[in-house]
């Protein structure tokens, strides 16, 4: 080979990486995928649970949302959040029942009602993702249960199976799902929620339990001491039957229909219904999954979802890539065409009626690194994404009206800006139970009035969330009923309502001390003669929370209280809460629902974390609160209710279980080319309604992806210079020796 050969390749790659068809040189993605209708995105933490019984987690609802199908979805554009039917041919209706079976009024009072049920009819027609579970022999016997020994060697996925098949949706899948919630193998965590409504399901749950302790008993007495529960349920699990044992809150009626029964008036299931956990689960599935050979592989319904939705999981590798692929089977559904005036000029309703989805395919790439994220997100290798907070100053710049927009640089790039309060509250609490700081007597609620006035929430918005929250006068977010602005609204134990702004102002810290001092603490001290110190629960570990544990610690200094860290590891911090061994701590709720009862039951002292593993965390504990909130929780959104609501708010403002309580804000990114993005945070399937420019994408991704070639040309250049010389050098030596 000649000397100079490797650079002229070298020359000839530089050129053809420019071409016109090619795709940047630091594209992650196959060339192949270049101008298709694809959504790429990226996820920070592997999912555990994909089986929707168990699955309670939101990085894994971005999955389980695109490939089960609950009952119910909400309207993806209408404001505030609607119910729609998704599987059902229309939505359900609450039949009340006396004891004899006899159908009530929709105004009966509640000690008539027996039963309250629900008929759920489903769309025919609807059919599940090919799969290897359906496949039939000539016969009409299961393909691969039992799965041929060599046969379960080879495969890794149910995509490697040389056969598959689909079958219809039938109300026979919705009932085994339900009844499957009961099951004490499957660690469903809304269960004991559940039991308190649905008709035979806590009997169901103790008939297989004591079900499961026979067998084991039974294989154990057979076994003797050799006898390894673990091992042995691994070669051979337990299968417990959920069809047979009675159930008779969850029953079918026809092949298309199933019905659910209530002990007493709930309409928060309809909400439910519209979660993963109210996925059809096939039998065929479970049987097919059920097998050892097949779990050795990792091929379980945990890993494998098996549903009718839009996508199919087509490749789960959970440490580097996921993807979701379209459904050919998917059924017959449509793009909303009902919206507000603000989505019709924001582009939301061009698609209006248009059949879905619009996604060839979904590919998400596990991303743990906040500024890798980003980075790929400005090349244009991610459709949307987050802010990273040290990044925010650069991605976000307020307007002259005041109001956050795209930076310039993002501008430039056609990058939009999406805003909304999110469906939760973050909060710092106290432990109602600790003798120091709990209680609901007149002392020990002017002491944690003080401090909530002295935690300057609107401060750590601005220092420590960038802006990014709304500082909360009640413990309803925005979009929830029964949350209000304005001075009636107010907290009026922490803020004064400043007419001239119209939005409330925080009470000067002359007001806290005052309320110490009335609370038997001027100062800080106490009738002992020592300083008040209060012990502050977490388990935060990096140094932005160092800072803010820091910004705390100052702000009770200004009262004379101290402020003690009390740092642990999270398993540990979870202990101390269900063991009620914490003073104060930071927590919060994300809705399930966007129903108030799903708030105000934080609060509902039966339901206490310490010694009931409850959610209300603070162990907050009022009759007076109890007794409304039992007339408030079942109800229909009403005025009535509203006044209720209303009452219970002015309760928790006065007794402080909660301080410094706000809504955090979030704000993503979308890149130009995508449409169709709405966010609506109680809605698990939205990647349906999302498509693609691609043509725009891939302009757009070469324009900001440029190589850079003069520092090659440089390279190539000083190569030459010094290789022609010699070249020249051994030609005249080739010559000379010719002659």
Avoid at 348 to 374: H, I, N
């Amino acid at each position: 080979m000649k000397p100079w050969m490797p650079l002229l390749g070298v020359c000839f790659l530089a050129v053809g990486a420019g071409g016109e068809g090619c795709q940047p040189l630091n594209c992650p993605y196959p060339a192949e995928e270049a101008g298709r209708n694809i959504y790429y995105a990226a996820y920070t933490e592997d999912p555990k649970d994909l089986d929707p019984a168990v699955s309670y987690n939101a990085n894994e609802y971005v999955f389980l949302g695109q490939i089960y199908e609950s009952p119910l979805q909400y309207h993806y554009l209408k404001r505030p959040f609607t119910l729609e039917p998704l599987t059902l041919a229309q939505m359900p209706k609450a039949r009340l029942l006396d004891r004899a079976g006899k159908e009530l009024p929709a105004d009966a009072p509640d000690e008539q009602v027996d039963r309250v049920v629900y008929d759920l009819h489903l769309k025919p027609g609807i059919r599940y993702q090919d799969h290897p579970c359906f496949a039939k022999t000539a016969g009409g016997k299961p393909r691969y249960v039992p799965v041929d020994p060599a046969l379960a060697g080879r495969v890794w996925s149910p995509e490697d199976f040389p056969e598959k098949a689909t079958r219809e949706l039938t109300a026979d899948d919705y009932v085994l799902a339900i009844r499957r919630m009961a099951d004490p193998k499957v660690p469903c965590p809304i269960r004991e929620t559940l039991a308190k409504y649905l008709v035979g399901m806590e009997e169901s749950t103790e008939a297989m339990t004591q079900a499961l302790t026979a067998e084991r008993a039974r294989r154990k007495a057979a076994a003797g001491t050799a006898y390894n529960q673990v091992l042995d349920e691994k070669e051979n699990p337990v299968i417990l039957d959920p069809e047979a044992y009675p159930f008779p809150g969850a029953e079918v009626v026809d092949r298309l229909t199933f019905r659910i029964a209530m002990k007493k008036r709930y309409p928060q299931i309809l909400y439910w219904l519209a979660m993963p956990f109210f996925s059809p689960v096939p039998r065929e599935a479970l049987d097919f999954y059920a097998q050892p050979a097949l779990a050795d592989h990792n091929i379980t319904l945990n890993s494998f979802p098996v549903g009718t939705g839009p996508y199919y999981l087509q490749r789960f590798d959970r440490n580097r890539q996921i993807v979701l692929a379209r459904n050919p089977n998917y059924h017959e559904d449509r793009y909303p065409t009902e919206g507000t005036e603000e989505d019709r000029a924001g582009g939301l309703l061009a698609d209006a009626g248009k059949r879905l989805p619009f996604l060839d395919k979904v590919v998400f790439t596990l991303d743990k690194e906040p500024t890798s994220v980003w980075n790929k997100f400005l090349q244009g290798y991610y459709d949307a994404a987050g802010i990273p907070a040290d990044s925010f100053e650069r991605a976000v710049a307020i307007s002259i009206q005041g109001s956050p927009e795209v930076s310039g640089e993002l501008k430039d790039k056609g990058i939009l800006l999406h805003r909304e309060a999110a469906l939760s509250t973050s909060y710092i609490a106290v432990n109602m139970r600790d003798p120091l700081v709990g209680g609901v007597d007149e002392a020990h609620c002017k002491l944690r009035q003080a401090i909530g006035i002295a935690i300057d929430g609107e401060e750590r918005i601005q220092i420590f969330l960038n802006g990014r929250g709304i500082p909360a006068q009640g413990v309803l977010p925005p979009g929830i009923f029964g949350h209000e602005e304005g001075p009636e609204a107010m907290n009026a134990f922490v803020y004064d309502w400043d007419a001239q702004a119209a939005a409330p102002k925080r009470k000067p810290l002359a007001e806290a001390k005052r309320l110490l001092a009335e609370a038997g603490y001027p100062g800080g001290i106490g009738p002992d003669g020592k300083q008040l110190v209060i012990g502050f629960d977490h388990a935060m570990t990096n140094s932005a929370d160092q800072q803010y544990l820091d910004w705390l610690v100052d702000r009770l200094k200004l009262l004379g209280i101290h402020l003690e860290s009390r740092q642990t590891d999270y398993n540990r911090f979870q202990e101390k809460a269900h063991s009620g061994n914490l003073q104060m701590f930071q927590w919060g709720w994300n809705a399930d629902y966007p129903d108030p009862e799903n708030f105000l039951f934080l609060f509902y002292g039966p339901n206490a974390r310490a010694g009931k593993d409850g959610e209300n965390a603070a162990n907050y504990a009022n009759p007076e609160y109890d007794a409304l909130f039992h007339k408030v929780e079942n109800m229909e959104n009403s005025p009535e209710r509203l006044v209720m609501i209303r009452k219970l708010r002015t309760m928790l403002q006065h007794d402080a279980p909660w301080m410094n309580a706000f809504h955090p804000v979030t704000f993503t990114l979308d890149h130009a080319w995508l449409r169709n993005h709405k966010s609506i945070q109680v809605a698990n399937n939205n990647l349906k309604y999302l498509s693609i420019d691609a043509a725009e994408r891939v302009r757009r991704r070469r324009a900001w992806n440029q190589a850079v070639w003069w520092p090659l040309w440089a390279v190539l250049g000083a190569g030459l210079a010094l290789l022609v010389p010699s070249w020249m050098a051994a030609r005249r030596r080739e010559r000379q020796g010719a002659r």
